[in-house]
């Protein structure tokens, strides 16, 4: 069978078979289990609404316990076997953990993402949002920075590897330096500092996004608290500082902490880029180098991600809740 | 209006410059990628993107035929022109063009001026002329031609090789197949199945909804890493495997955290009067879903689609984990990623290209359906 074929049969049973459920389920409910007729009929159907918010959540409830749920547990149990999986060793995968220099190395680059990439990638989203409010080009000029959104992690990171490239006939860093009398350096093995030139590439897919809600948050602002400071005589750094950047606290906080779950994420530009070499190494990219090898050392290594991300969970559940009330 | 900011003259200038050169930071990056795509691999590696409008220096090796020669008093003679090598047709197609400097050896490929005559290693004299002509002269007769570097302007020039190659004859279609064949149920399931989810968490009355909905804000931050390897095992015990239907339910449950979230906000805004009446009209819950939440929610629903969308034709990490490494089954951030990069790590054309196909469906739906992208992400995500 053609592969295109192929695709197409895929994609209807898969589709159909999930509108399926949900026509055939709300069906048999209606018709068979609790008929809106008979002698029952009232009965029937408060006892159908009853049952329908499950029958509804059900796909969803199931999907989300057996893909995010029972990782976490399932993840922590797998973790404290050794390679083989038959073994129980408690904590050894991660007491071997930290015992190891890359290890070591990963969480602190991974500390270096965290601070600096969701503080970047929101400090220029807000400075393009300020910007480009009032410019007559600003839409333009905010859907090209927006753009990298739309790039995956992988082609993102091919078209840093033309900047960055050590040969100053492909990579435009090194024909400046060529141009200045600089020797070429390859920046991806400048240690140290080629964290920081892989952590730009994810700055420069982020900032669109902190941009666009940033922008719509700076719009929210009312007018009259800033007529009102410029009548009292405030410039425009402290219009922006004083009064704009306090009223869009909420939405920066929001902003900042989406960008630093994804940094938590993030393993595709390291892989690509460097795979970890060069003392590069995050913790989601350090994990994929024991993926298939050793579960037991790879889940460790996940379940310290999931701690790291734990307090930011903890923040989120809390601000839902008193957005609910 | 304009004024009320406090803003001169000079300050929008200045505002218009900073933004100018930002969004050339921004775009530049990207604009190599798509020059480089059209030139071929010599081009690459000898004049950066930036220079691709305009003619450039390159160098070139010419091998030159012996059986030409004769003798002349004593001397054997070999003449001839370079641009005349059959190798050189593609970038001297009318057989024409302009030595400016020449070497006899790869090491000094522009050592003399053209014109001027220099010595052979093997004894007697060779120079190249500016049109290309040279002359070799040797008191022995000549039995191998001697190879000669040159440097010479060629004009820009671009190709659609490397488009053909990655699209024809590297295995780059098939992978945009697979890619598709992931993508499109992995953006329709979740779709549905938040839909619903989202409708019950918004509209309908049960005990532990408000717990329901803590949890799918807390589930939105798990990170996928933790799932990949129980999840496999557990696809591996009950016979799904590393296969397409796998990646699927891979997909739909990482996606529906925020599916279910961005769509309950967006429902919960929905005017509550709509809804009640169609209830005293006798409209069960599905109908009240079909009928008008669906149509309602239409902004919500093509947002949440645009990023899953682009989510899933994205992602490496799911599919590396979840989809066999077999060439029939990658996917093309897989195919660029482990293949190209690996193999073809040199060739900039290639890579560039196949970086190119990659990006530019995300990068039209991006460019068409900007407006729901937006406004999808502002009605859910921040209040």
């Known amino acids: ?325 | 209006m304009d004024n009320i900011a406090g803003q001169n003259q000079g300050g929008r200038l200045a505002v218009n410059i900073t933004v100018v050169i930002l969004v050339l930071l921004w775009l530049l990056p990207t604009i190599g990628l798509f020059v480089s795509s059209f030139r071929d691999r010599d081009q690459i590696s000898n004049s950066g993107w930036w220079q691709a409008p305009f003619s450039v220096d390159l160098n070139f090796r010419a091998r030159v035929a012996a059986d030409g020669a004769r003798e002349e008093g004593g001397v054997f003679i070999l003449e001839g022109n370079v641009f005349d090598d059959p190798a050189l047709a593609q970038n001297f197609p009318d057989g024409e063009g302009v030595v400016a400097a020449y070497g006899t050896r790869a090491v000094a490929p522009d050592e003399f001026v053209a014109g001027q005559v220099s010595e052979l290693r093997t004894g007697g004299t060779v120079v190249i002329e500016r049109d290309g002509r040279y002359r070799v002269e040797s008191p022995e007769e000549i039995t191998r031609g001697p190879t000669l570097y040159f440097e010479a302007r060629t004009p820009p020039k671009f190709t659609l090789a490397n488009y053909r190659t990655v699209l024809f004859a590297d295995g780059m279609d098939r992978a945009f197949i697979n890619t598709l064949t992931v993508t499109i149920p992995a953006t329709i399931i979740p779709i549905l199945i938040a839909a619903f989810a989202a409708y019950a968490l918004a509209w309908m009355d049960f005990p532990g909804r408000g717990l329901l909905i803590a949890a799918v804000v807390g589930l939105l931050v798990v990170p996928l890493q933790l799932a990949l390897v129980p999840l496999l095992k557990l696809h591996t015990d009950v016979g799904i495997g590393q296969s397409f239907f796998g990646i699927w339910l891979a997909h739909t449950g990482f996606g529906l955290p925020l599916a279910v979230y961005l769509l309950r906000n967006y429902m919960v805004g929905l005017p509550r009067d709509i809804i009640e009446s169609a209830k005293v009209d006798g409209a069960t819950d599905f109908q009240i879903f079909v009928r008008i939440i669906l149509p309602l929610s239409f902004p919500a629903l093509a947002s949440f689609a645009i990023f899953q969308f682009l989510w899933t034709w994205n992602d490496l990490l799911v599919a590396k984990v979840f989809l066999p490494s077999g060439a029939e089954s990658q996917v093309m951030t897989v195919k660029i990623a482990d293949d190209l990069l690996g193999s073809r790590g040199g060739d900039w054309g290639i890579l560039a290209t196949a970086a190119f196909v990659s990006i530019a469906v995300p990068l039209l739906v991006f460019f068409t359906m900007q407006r729901y992208l937006v406004r999808g992400l502002l009605a859910g995500s921040v209040k």
């Open chain 1, 1 to 325: 069978m053609s592969p295109i074929l192929q695709g197409i049969l895929t994609i209807i049973i898969g589709v159909g078979g999930c509108v399926g459920y949900f026509y055939a389920s709300n069906l048999i409910l209606d018709k068979f289990i609790f008929p809106a007729r008979g002698q029952h009929a009232g009965r029937n159907i408060n006892r159908a609404n009853k049952v329908r918010p499950w029958l509804f959540l059900f796909p969803a409830i199931f999907a989300l316990s057996l893909y995010l749920v029972y990782p976490v547990i399932g993840s922590f149990y797998r973790s404290l076997f050794d390679r083989s999986g038959m073994n129980f060793i408690g904590l050894g995968n991660y007491f071997d953990l930290m015992n190891e220099g890359t290890f070591r190395t990963a969480v602190f680059n991974n500390m270096l993402w965290v601070l600096f990439v969701p503080a970047m990638a929101t400090f220029l989203g807000l400075l393009v949002a300020q910007l480009t409010d009032r410019l007559s080009w600003g839409n333009i000029a905010k859907s090209l920075i927006f753009m990298p959104m739309a790039i995956s992690f992988v082609g993102a990171s091919l078209i840093w590897k033309f900047v960055y490239s050590a040969n100053p006939d492909i990579g435009i860093i090194n024909s400046l330096r060529d141009f200045i009398g600089l020797v070429p350096v390859d920046p991806i093995q400048v240690s140290f500092w080629n964290n920081f030139f892989l952590m730009f590439i994810l700055v420069w897919i982020q900032t669109g996004f902190a941009m666009v809600i940033l922008s719509a948050a700076l719009r929210g602002i009312p007018e009259e608290t800033i007529e009102a400071a410029i009548i009292d005589g405030a410039n425009p750094f402290q219009v922006f500082f004083s009064i704009k950047v306090p009223q869009i606290m909420g939405t920066i906080i929001v902003v900042w902490t989406t960008i630093t779950i994804l940094v938590l994420k993030v393993f595709d530009i390291v892989y690509t880029m460097t795979g970890g070499n060069f003392g590069t190494h995050i913790l989601p990219s350090y994990m994929m180098t024991y993926m298939f090898r050793d579960d037991g050392r790879a889940t460790a290594v996940a379940f310290v991600i999931m701690i790291l991300v734990l307090p930011v969970m903890v923040w989120n559940i809390r601000q839902a809740r008193k957005e609910m009330r």
